[in-house]
């Protein structure tokens, strides 16, 4: 895995410390609501999903998914206080770590507002907090699908940084997202959710992503988890099976009877721009058995 990342019909205030109970979805379109961790887009009705961006994305990445399963399931798209132009979080509520902020934050938001046999998608960052809920086993939430997140990336890159001789580039963001889509049409919008992201929220939550290690506590895991890799995303620097094998070293700890992979053939990082059509498959056959 490389270095990497509608219409308002109700906005809820702040009056605890996280959230407030949000108005049911399933009578509307779409609701909007505003919280200090992040603002949520709530569309269809049934079973809950909760979406998950990564690192500088919002909710716009998962436009496709949500078209796909909002007739059969309520989508709760989130997108991260300092991500994509979303207000950051006041710092006294953020405390010493933003990740724990969001994940805390999101099993609030799950709890106040009565959510059951919920499903997590995240993808990257939002991969590893849906993997880090599912260590603590909340009984609100049933399965997680995680794409292209990874418990320990720190370790990850550390190890593949060692072994490289290839010298540190400058951050250029166009080659960036070139880096982690195939798919010239979103390009732009990564750009713009990147370029509206506030800086020191996103060098944050990747700074923390880096350090964050959680493999030993995957062996907490009592539910399914779908895991959505991208191995061709290695190339040309580690061949596709070398890359999987990363996942699997990864996401050891998972018990075997609750661990499920699928890995997408030649998508890079947002496996939703280039493969999601695929990737929509392996979600609804997911939910489908389990």
């Known amino acids: 895995m490389k270095l990497t990342t509608l219409l308002t019909l109700c ?37 809950p999903i909760v979406l998950i961006p990564g690192v500088s994305s919002s909710a716009a ?15 709760h798209a989130l ?14 509520l953020v405390g010493a770590n933003y990740l724990e902020f969001q994940k805390n934050a999101i099993a609030e938001y799950i709890r106040v507002n009565q959510l059951e ?28 699908i995680n794409i292209d997140g990874l418990p320990a990336l720190g370790a990850l890159l550390g190890s593949q940084q060692a072994s490289s001789s290839d010298a540190p580039r400058s951050f250029d963001p166009k080659s ?21 992201s506030d800086p020191m929220t996103s060098g944050r939550a990747f700074g923390e ?45 998972i018990p075997e009877k609750f661990k499920h992979m699928a890995y997408a053939k030649t998508a890079k990082h947002f496996v939703m721009a280039d493969e999601p059509e695929w990737m929509i498959e392996q979600i609804e056959l997911f939910l489908k058995v389990n």
């Not at 995240?122 to 009984?139: F, I, R, V």
Request: proline share 4%.
């Open 11 to 47: 906005c809820i205030c702040l009056v605890k410390p996280l959230l407030v109970s949000a108005q049911s979805a399933s009578s509307v379109t779409q609701v909007n609501q505003t919280y200090q961790a992040f603002n949520v887009s709530v569309v269809g009705s049934g079973q």
């Open 61 to 75: 990445v998962w436009k496709r998914t949500i078209e796909a399963l909002s007739d059969r399931y309520q989508l």
């Open 79 to 92: 997108s991260l206080a300092g991500f994509a132009g979303v207000k950051p979080a006041a710092p006294r």
């Open 117 to 144: 046999e919920v499903v997590i998608i995240g993808h990257s960052l939002g991969g590893t907090l849906g993997l880090w809920l599912a260590t603590e086993q909340h009984p609100q939430i049933s399965a997680v």
């Open 176 to 196: 960036m997202v070139k880096s982690m889509a195939n798919n010239e049409a979103w390009h732009e919008q990564m750009l713009k959710d990147m370029m509206t």
């Open 209 to 253: 992503l880096m350090q964050l290690d959680i493999r030993d506590d995957l062996s907490q895991i009592e539910y399914p988890v779908l895991t959505i890799g991208a191995p061709a995303q290695a190339a040309p620097y580690a061949s596709f099976e070398a890359a999987k094998n990363n996942y699997l070293t990864q996401l050891a700890n």
